[in-house]
């Protein structure tokens, strides 16, 4: 893994200010949206490890070359950093090298912008195999164009071509050739993992039960919901990408039949475009899910262009074939937090939406149900002859499907049940002596 802020292990806690610059000519005066957008940042800047000690927005008036703030904002900053002993400041914006590196002249400690920040959560919390290859290539190619950048920037100051060769830029020059060979290396790496993910697909199917998939925002309460509907005591806590691990637990719906239920990662607002593949390849459990639960934060207050962007990314994956092209018919909108809101009837429901408020426990029967009728929707009939002798076989109907009819005889019974298209290539391929009847 590229060296990564959180791998230096703290003993004292590292204490950050995070700030968000603001620009009126590109933001609005949205104020309500700023606070959002800050405390999303506070989140985030947080579930790396670091304790915030100061946080505010900056009016950005034009976004300055040289150092992005104003002068009077950087001596005021310079100020604070020094009175409240910071170590990290963390700018919720993408900063060119030469702004990064200028302002931690400025004040005198390590300085992050949007981009590292979220390489830094997604480093921690890649999963799989794609994952983490596709996280550590973000990561090269970020600190790459960094050292590109200070490359020039160099030359520049020495007025040549670098024909003098000096220490640094000699140093420079051999960094960039490991970085870009590694990089060649980690590419291989995706295409021959892209190659095998069908198969890999094919081998997960075998989870002997449906899988139910929470997606949505960051903050959207997915743990909290997990949490609510497995009486599991998961990580869930007021702090974004709370959770460090892709969770599953088994749990019964009320018809009796098992499930699956499977915790990812959170979106966040802009996310810097060369991370979207990252990010997209920490969400690889969804490709398996039969049903997708999208929670969302229907008290937020950009609850609908977040809703907007979980559809798109989920749409791309689907266009790219990491997700099946039927996905929009296995998702149920959960709308989540209308505690807030003053209860369910404070939002309309239709059929694919449902209101819940995992915290009261509000609307969870509702959900549970209709997870249960989305599954049983998707069932086929099939009747099967077999040996009465074969417990497990009669055993695996009964807990898989909702047996419709049987008929016994002396030594064979002939039973009709309804099945989940997988469940059944799953019966017919784990007991291969049992035929199939005409329905
Ligand atoms: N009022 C209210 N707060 C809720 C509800 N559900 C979750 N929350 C709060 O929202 C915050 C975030 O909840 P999480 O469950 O950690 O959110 P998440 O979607 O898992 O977030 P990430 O793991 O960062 O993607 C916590 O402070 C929860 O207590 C709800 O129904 N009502
Ligand atoms: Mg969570």
Request: net charge neutral; charged share 25%.
């Amino acid at each position: 893994m590229a060296t990564s802020f959180t791998e230096k292990k703290q003993t004292v806690a590292t204490r950050a200010a995070v700030i968000l610059p603001w620009e009126r000519s590109a933001h609005g005066q949205d104020v309500r949206a700023a606070e959002a957008r800050l405390e999303e940042a506070v989140g985030l800047t947080a579930s790396i490890g670091l304790v915030i000690v100061r946080k505010a927005v900056l009016l950005l008036r034009a976004r300055r070359s040289a150092t992005l703030l104003g002068k009077g904002q950087i001596d005021s900053l310079r100020i604070a950093v020094k009175a409240d002993n910071i170590d990290v400041l963390v700018v919720d914006t993408k900063l060119t090298p030469a702004q990064q590196r200028n302002l931690e002249t400025e004040f005198g400690c390590k300085v992050i912008d949007r981009t590292g920040l979220i390489l830094d959560i997604f480093g921690a919390r890649a999963a799989t195999r794609e994952g983490t290859l596709q996280v550590e290539l973000a990561h090269l190619e970020y600190q790459r164009s960094r050292l590109v950048r200070l490359w020039t920037h160099l030359e520049r100051q020495r007025g040549g071509f670098g024909f003098l060769g000096g220490p640094g830029e000699t140093q420079i020059e051999a960094d960039r050739r490991m970085i870009g060979e590694r990089i060649v290396r980690l590419k291989k790496d995706l295409e021959q993992v892209r190659r095998t993910r069908g198969l890999h697909r094919q081998a997960r199917k075998r989870v002997p039960f449906p899988v139910v998939a929470l997606v949505g925002y960051t903050n959207a309460g997915k743990s909290t919901l997990f949490n609510a509907l497995t009486g599991a005591t998961v990580y869930a806590q007021d702090q974004l990408f709370a959770t460090l691990d892709p969770t599953m637990r088994a749990i019964e719906l009320p018809s009796g039949r098992q499930v699956i239920l499977s915790d990812t990662v959170g979106f966040i607002s802009d996310l810097p475009t060369e991370l979207i593949a990252a990010f997209r390849a920490t969400l690889e459990e969804v490709a398996e899910a039969d049903i997708i639960l999208h929670v969302r934060d229907i008290a937020h207050p950009d609850s609908t262009t977040q809703k907007k962007d979980v559809l798109g990314v989920l749409e791309s994956m689907a266009k790219d074939n990491m997700l099946e092209q039927d996905w929009p018919n296995r998702m149920i909108e959960v709308l989540n937090k209308v505690d807030l809101l003053g209860g369910q009837a404070a939002v309309p429901q239709g059929d694919e939406t449902v209101a819940i408020s995992a915290i009261t426990g509000d609307g969870l029967d509702r959900l549970l149900a209709r997870i249960d009728q989305r599954i049983t929707s998707g069932m086929e009939v099939v009747r099967y002859a077999m040996p009465l002798a074969d417990g497990a076989a009669l055993a695996w109907l009964y807990q898989h499907g909702e047996v419709v009819d049987r008929k016994d005889q002396e030594e064979e019974t002939d039973i009709t049940v309804r099945l989940l298209a997988e469940d059944r290539a799953r019966f017919e391929r784990q007991f291969r002596h049992i035929t199939p009847q005409m329905a």
